[in-house]
């Protein structure tokens, strides 16, 4: 082998990477990668013919936030907006930018505006950083966006929510109104913010009840993934 692995633990906030390498990557395990982006210190023991080395980073939160109607019918777009967010919200102090990712749900709902598409973006986030992110994503969509029924949504960690998942694939197959994305979000945890209305609130809940499926299915909203 060149570099494997051997085990992976948190301690007090901090993301242990235990590794045990030789030839070129030991190389850079030693000697380069305390250079990498997030490394907090790197421990190194040499022995006969392989290095084994703890790398230490920051635990961070994963921070999945969905926004929708953003625009009118003839002016503005969601997904660049919210491609904009990420920009925006990753130069913070202990942000680092994941993923910005459209969905489609039902696409013959009466007031969509071209497809009725949705946004979210994802991020990696200092734990004690999520309120000021928060704070800055309402003060940025509220100065930039062109609707009177904006709203977004906002979930942290990695873990499905059956609930979130089964209100998504509604939103893709029948018409569902506001009070129903709110009792999804409360019963998944999700928070949801008015930042100019409540329709919005649809799109937003639906776009976190997507994250984490293939772009396949996230642009298909005919596809099955229950």
């Known amino acids: 082998f060149a ?16 590794i045990v390498s030789r ?27 392989y290095t084994e080395g703890t790398v230490l ?3 961070l939160l994963h921070l999945t936030i969905g926004v929708d109607d953003t625009d009118t019918k003839d002016r503005g777009a969601t997904f660049a907006l919210t491609l904009s967010l990420l920009n925006v919200l990753s130069s913070l102090p202990g942000v680092t930018a994941i993923a910005h990712k459209v969905a489609f749900l039902k696409p013959d709902i009466p007031y969509r505006t071209v497809g009725n598409a949705v946004s979210f973006i994802e991020l990696a986030i200092k ?9 800055e ?10 609707s009177d029924e904006t709203a977004m949504a906002y979930r942290t960690g990695f ?7 089964v209100f998504a694939a509604r939103a893709r197959s ?13 019963l998944s945890g999700v928070k ?22 293939p772009k396949e299915i996230l642009l298909n909203p005919e596809a099955d993934f229950l």
């Open 192 to 213: 949801i913010l008015e930042i100019t209305g409540s329709r919005g609130i649809i799109g937003a809940v639906a776009a976190v009840g997507l994250s984490g499926l």
């Open 57 to 59: 980073t920051d635990a």
């Open 137 to 146: 994503a309402v003060r940025y969509l509220q100065a930039e966006t062109l």
């Open 127 to 135: 734990p004690g950083v999520l309120d000021i992110v928060i704070d």
């Open 174 to 186: 029948e018409e569902v109104v506001v009070e129903d994305a709110k009792e999804a979000a409360e």
């Open 23 to 49: 030839g070129g990557p030991a190389y850079s395990l030693s000697e380069m990668i305390q250079f990498a982006e997030g490394v907090v210190e790197v421990r190194v023991k040499e022995h006969p013919g």
């Open 159 to 165: 873990r499905e929510n059956q609930h979130l998942r």
């Open 3 to 18: 570099v494997g692995v051997r085990e992976v633990s948190l301690e007090e906030g901090v993301v242990c990477q235990h």
